[in-house]
């Protein structure tokens, strides 16, 4: 996952007092095609649901697809002064990409040699379904954070204030402290559970929490920095809902 930072003040292009997207920064060609291929997998994978027999990984697909166009769209929609070909968020670092790649090849290898671990009894049933759930919960969580935090949203943690950066205490906001992460959290997790995956999901855990348990700490640094008293009031009073981080 990315936890790169950003000093640098990225300037929106102003347009009748509203913030565009920058063209050079989104090339057409580029966000249709990574939207093309996004909306076709979802697609193979979609239509795919009736004939393959472990249905789990068809849905993961579906959930990582649509995860990685709503990135795209929600910024667009919501924060159109910050879009850019990389809100796609498909660059999240090598450990995310490694972490998704491992977690196909456990799934592949457990149906081929471990087919007991995919069959659907009731209790692969039950955990499936949570899954599922995880995974629909943490995606409207993050989708709903992006939409409401919009300009004060960015995918690069800010480390110097910028002029439209207001703090976000509305919405998901008033119950959860960082609730994309804790959408994120728990979607990763989910997709996990949905999968049947026994060693990804341990592995997630781990990797997960030591991620946001470092990203929130050093986030919040620069929040109390930028909105002092206020963030440090509003932090005492809202969880994040993302165990063992206070
Ligand atoms: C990837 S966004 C994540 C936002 C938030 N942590 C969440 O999970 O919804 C990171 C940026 O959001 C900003 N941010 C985090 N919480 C905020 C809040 N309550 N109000 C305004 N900006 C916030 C940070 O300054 C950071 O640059």
């Not at 997207?21 to 093309?36: L, R, S």
């Not at 456990?106 to 995880?134: D, M, N, Q, R, W």
């Not at 935090?149 to 480390?159: G, W």
């Amino acid at each position: 996952m990315s936890d790169s930072v950003n000093s640098v003040n990225e300037l929106p292009i102003i347009i009748d007092g509203k913030p565009y997207p920058d063209i050079t920064k989104n090339p057409p060609q580029e966000i249709a095609t990574t939207a093309f291929t996004l909306g076709i997998l979802l697609g193979v994978f979609l239509g795919l649901l009736p004939v393959l027999h472990f249905k789990s990984f068809n849905l993961y697909i579906i959930a990582l697809s649509l995860f990685h166009f709503l990135e795209y769209y929600i910024t667009a929609k919501y924060n159109p002064g910050k879009v850019h070909n990389e809100s796609f968020l498909l660059n999240n670092g090598v450990g995310y990409l490694a972490a998704h790649l491992a977690a196909t090849i456990e799934c592949f290898l457990e149906c081929l040699f471990f087919p007991h671990l995919k069959s659907y009894t009731p209790l692969h049933k039950a955990l499936a379904v949570v899954g599922g759930i995880l995974v629909l919960i943490g995606q409207v969580a993050r989708t709903l954070a992006m939409s409401t935090a919009a300009q004060s949203f960015s995918h690069v943690l800010k480390t110097k204030k910028e002029k439209d950066h207001v703090l976000v205490k509305s919405g998901l906001y008033k119950y959860l402290r960082h609730p994309s992460y804790f959408g994120f959290f728990w979607w990763a997790l989910g997709t996990q559970l949905l999968l049947l995956n026994p060693i990804s999901f341990v592995v997630f855990v781990g990797v997960l929490w030591r991620f946001f348990s470092k990203r929130i700490a050093v986030e919040e640094k620069y929040l109390i920095n930028f909105f002092g008293k206020e963030y440090i009031v509003y932090k005492d009073s809202v969880s994040t809902w993302i165990p063992f981080i206070n």
